[in-house]
T-cell receptor, first 115, second 110 residues
Framework: GAGVSQSPSNKVTEKGKDVELRCDPI?????LYWYRQSLGQGLEFLIY????????KSGLPSDRFSAERTGGSVSTLTIQRTQQEDSAVYLC?????????????FGDGTRLSIL | AQRVTQPEKLLSVFKGAPVELKCNYS??????LFWYVQYSRQRLQLLLR??SRESIKGFTADLNKGETSFHLKKPFAQEEDSAMYYC????????????FGKGTHLIIQP
């Protein structure tokens, strides 16, 4: 079956521009996670959605970052006024629910490069 | 705050030799520990989790709360084990996401 789908796979943009990253989770998965992986670093948790709701947005790096999820399915991560330190691979994962009994299934990620 | 440390960025062993990838964590509560693996040109995927006490592809990992460790072991390495391995910590419920280590690149030499 189809896994987690992320688009675009690569994005190169100039500093100061806004970017929107998309995640299409596995059908029926209620939990959705965004992570960021900077060069040479582990994955950094950004935000979690249960259905359309994100109970805690404190993991987002700055107020330039926002995320939403509509219809309990597709999620978008938006970065406004991008900075060079935003360059990273952004990974999305989904799971049946948020319990640790359910594995997180990852997408291929979006590689974001800020010039 | 929770933290996961994987002290080896790169580990190279010969085929048939034992493998141990180290993982130490810092967390004051009751941890949930996982190993994720990323093979070349594939997605990150769950390898095993401590709550299942399972062996996957010959790998095992035991949670040692006294040493705050969750080392991944395999008695006889195979070439197809070459990959990036990430140790991850779950704390306080799935809504907090997972805290990942920086990963260990395992290379199995023929």
């Amino acid at each position: 079956g189809a896994g987690v789908s992320q688009s675009p796979s690569n994005k190169v943009t100039e500093k100061g521009k806004d970017v929107e990253l998309r995640c299409d989770p596995i059908s029926g998965h209620t939990a959705l996670y965004w992570y960021r992986q900077s060069l040479g670093q582990g994955l950094e948790f950004l935000i979690y959605f249960q259905g359309n709701s994100a109970p805690d947005k404190s993991g987002l790096p700055s107020d330039r970052f926002s995320a939403e999820r509509t219809g309990g399915s597709v999620s978008t991560l938006t970065i406004q006024r991008t900075q060079q330190e935003d360059s990273a691979v952004y990974l999305c994962a989904s799971s049946l629910d948020s319990s640790y009994n359910q594995p997180q299934h990852f997408g291929d990620g979006t590689r974001l490069s800020i010039l | 705050a929770q933290r996961v440390t994987q002290p080896e960025k790169l580990l190279s062993v010969f085929k048939g030799a034992p493998v141990e990838l180290k993982c130490n964590y810092s967390y004051s509560g009751s941890p949930e520990l996982f190993w994720y693996v990323q093979y070349s040109r594939q997605r990150l995927q769950l390898l095993l989790r401590h709550i299942s006490r399972e062996s996957i592809k010959g790998f095992t990992a035991d949670l040692n709360k006294g040493e705050t460790s969750f080392h991944l072991k395999k008695p006889f390495a195979q070439e197809e084990d070459s990959a990036m391995y990430y140790c991850a910590l779950g704390s306080g419920g799935g809504a907090d996401g997972l805290t990942f280590g920086k990963g260990t690149h395992l290379i199995i030499q023929p």
